[in-house]
Every structure is written in C-alpha cells, then in structure tokens.
C-alpha cells in the first residue's frame, strides 16, 4: 500500500548511522553500555526485554539483562538500580514498565542516575524536555514518532497535532516533543484523552493524529478527516484463535477502515514499535558519548 509508513525500513537507516557512531566510539575505547532490568513475568514485558537485550547485542553493545523474580522487594530493586548506576560500564538503565504492584515506579525512577535514564524518565529529563534543554533524554516511543515523521517528509511545523492520551510514557511527551520551538517540533497541539468531550471532532480536526490511549481499534473512519497521517502506537493483544499464541497485536487505530482515507498511516505491528527500539539504542549511544564525552 502507498500510504504505509514502514517503521521496520526506517529503523533500518537508525541503526546505519548508530553503527558508525558505535565504531567511532569503540576506536575511543569506549563501548556503550545498556541494562535491562525485568522484575516479574508479565509476557508483553519480557518480549519487550528480549528485543532490547537482542538488538543492543547486535549492535555490539555491552548488555546486561537483568531479570528479577516478582517477589522482589523495593529495597532489593532499588540496591540493583544504585550498584548499575555506579557500574562505569553501563550508560544506560532501563526498568521495565509496568513492575508488579509492590514496587513504587516513581522512587525507582527517581533513584536512576539522571545521566543514564535512557527511558527519559526522571523529573529531571522530563524537566529538560519542558524546557526544550537537548542535553536531557526524550523517551523512546515519542522521539521514534517524531523520526518516523521526519524521515517520512511530513510537515510538523504549523501542523495541528492532536494526542489522543495523555500517558508519561507517550502522550505528554509526544506533545512536548512536538510543540518545541526546534527542527521538527512547531506544531500546534492539541492532548485529548478518555474524558474529552466532543472527541470525534477534535480527532477530525486533525493534520496529523497520534494515537496512545491503550484501547483496540478505538479510532474509527469517523475519527479522521480525508488525507490526515496516522501514528498508532497501540499494541494491544486481540483474541484471536486462528493464530497459533491464541491473540493477535492491534493498534489503536481500526487500520482497514482508516487507512484508505489517511495520506500516511503506520501499521501494527511493524510501525512505532521498531521504531521505540532504534530510538533506545540512539539515546544510550547518547549516554555514552555524553558520560565520556567522547
Ligand atoms: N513499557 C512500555 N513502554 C516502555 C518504555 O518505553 N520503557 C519502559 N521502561 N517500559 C515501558
């Protein structure tokens, strides 16, 4: 289909560059270092840690996979995350969310060295990316939109934006992220959410529309306007029991009715997903660089 954006093929052109950049740092001695820190089993989770532990390998980067048990204490968690802060090796920790209940996100999160939250975080990176300060980390799903918008030649400037969820982990920063006063950001944004009233007709209103609001096929034909760029970055899980796991992954978007009105649209999976990875890997290349100032 013309109008597919391909996040797998843009990612590809990501990791081009990280390669040079990963040799040139190496040629200074210096390998980048990522650990992913799992508590638990949730299946979405520990997929999403397999894929990080994977490509960082891949890329030739110095990985620690950490998969701790569900009955981890806060304490416990809070000593691994203090001994990889202080580990020269590592330039970029990430814990996966969600971590089951008995642990507090937000002290594990305040608890990470700022220089090596590659997730982007700590209220000191989310401050950063207020203030539009570059030397903060901008979260992964956000800055893998905005490439994949970037790369696909769509006009952020000027363009009306509307979020649709208002999450830490994508809708406030993918709001952020493109209002800023910076090459691709200008654009003017509008968050809906669950409670927004006349939904339909701020989606309507749309240039480009970005959905996270977590629910399978909520956006509808109705939602959208004739020639608007889709971004799905849902991955919800569909029963499905012709497919051998017993579900399928969705996005957000109803993709079959939307997409033959969108100008551009991403598919899932296959869209931000790889996308969210490639931009992981760039941010710890960024620590890297940042923490040895090479
Ligand atoms: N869970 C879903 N997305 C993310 C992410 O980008 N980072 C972390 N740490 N957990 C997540």
């Not at 960082?56 to 304490?75: C, D, F, I, N, Y």
């Not at 020269?88 to 969600?98: A, D, T, Y």
């Not at 399928?248 to 991403?266: H, Q, S």
């Amino acid at each position: 289909m013309g109008n597919l954006i391909d996040g797998r093929s843009i990612a590809e052109k990501v990791y081009v560059d990280l390669r040079r950049e990963i040799a040139d740092l190496k040629s200074k001695g210096v390998t980048p270092g990522l650990a992913v820190v799992l508590v638990g089993d949730n299946p979405a989770s520990r997929t999403y840690v397999r894929s990080k532990d994977k490509m960082s390998r891949e890329l030739g980067l110095h990985s620690v996979k950490l998969e701790l048990p569900a009955s981890t204490t806060q304490s416990e968690l809070l000593a691994r995350v203090e001994e990889l802060n202080c580990d020269p090796k590592v330039h970029g920790i990430l814990v996966q969310s969600p971590p089951p209940k008995q642990i507090d996100e937000g002290a594990i999160v305040r608890a990470l060295d700022p220089r090596k939250d590659v997730d982007g975080f700590h209220p000191l990176n989310v401050a950063k990316l207020a203030m539009g300060d570059p030397t903060g980390f901008v979260p992964c799903t956000p800055l893998g939109v905005q490439r994949l918008l970037i790369e696909s030649k769509i006009d952020i400037a000027g363009a009306h934006v509307v979020v649709l969820g208002r999450s830490m982990i994508v809708g406030k920063p993918v709001a952020l992220l493109l209002m800023q006063k910076a090459k691709g950001g200008d654009a003017t944004v509008t968050v809906a959410h669950s409670r927004s009233k006349n939904l339909e007709e701020i989606t309507r209103s749309a240039d480009i529309l970005i959905a996270a609001i977590g629910r399978a096929h909520f956006v509808k034909a109705d939602h959208v306007r004739d020639g608007a760029v889709i971004i799905d970055v849902g991955i919800n899980r569909m029963d499905d029991k012709t497919n051998e796991r017993g579900y399928r992954l969705v996005g957000d978007v109803a993709f079959d009715e939307v997409a033959p009105k969108a100008k551009a649209i991403t598919p899932v999976p296959g869209g931000v997903g790889p996308m969210t990875i490639a931009m992981l890997m760039s941010n710890t290349v960024k620590a890297a660089r940042m923490f040895s100032s090479a």
